[in-house]
């Protein structure tokens, strides 16, 4: 049995355990119109690929991928699927970047994509985190398809 706060974290729909993300990053991405229904308390993104819940909270709110403005890189069918949410770069520039330019490291990944200028994290990245880990995640994914 998870305990009590470990089952707050669990996905309503798909029961897998979550990623905290903060009030101020939810109120940024869902629709405009939703905004007032995220309240003041902090989220969980479910991380499962194949579960339609983006965000939810201890309260029961919860937002599916139809009320978020941006797609969700890891869900299945996201498109385009951002490695970089502030400079909109894709993952599969991520890869070409690698198998077609050489990259090897998120800073060749910067300087080849543009990818990290203008970061603001907080507001645009899903997690609202930096996206390096995301990078590093699709630049391995590159190097092995070489
Ligand atoms: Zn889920």
């Known amino acids: 049995m998870p305990n009590k706060s470990e089952q ?3 996905c309503p729909v798909c029961e897998r355990l979550g990623e905290e993300v903060e ?9 405009d119109h939703l ?5 003041d308390k902090n989220y969980y993104l479910c991380i499962s690929e194949e579960c339609d819940i983006v965000y939810y909270n201890q309260e029961g709110i919860k937002f ?13 069918d996201a498109k385009p699927k951002y490695t970089c949410y502030c400079s ?13 330019d050489g990259a090897k490291t998120v800073a ?19 997690l ?19």
């Open 8 to 10: 707050n974290k669990i």
């Open 23 to 31: 009030n101020f990053t939810v109120k940024q991405l869902v629709m």
């Open 128 to 146: 609202g985190k930096c996206c390096h880990k995301i990078i590093q995640e699709a630049i391995d994914k590159g190097l092995s398809m070489k």
């Open 64 to 76: 599916d991928k139809q009320q978020v403005k941006v797609p969700i890189w890891f869900k299945k």
């Open 88 to 100: 909109k770069v894709t993952e599969e520039q991520v890869i070409n970047a690698v198998v077609k």
């Open 108 to 126: 060749d990944i910067i300087k080849i994509t543009g990818a990290m200028q203008n970061a603001d994290c907080k507001k645009n990245n899903p």
């Open 35 to 39: 905004t007032e229904l995220v309240g």
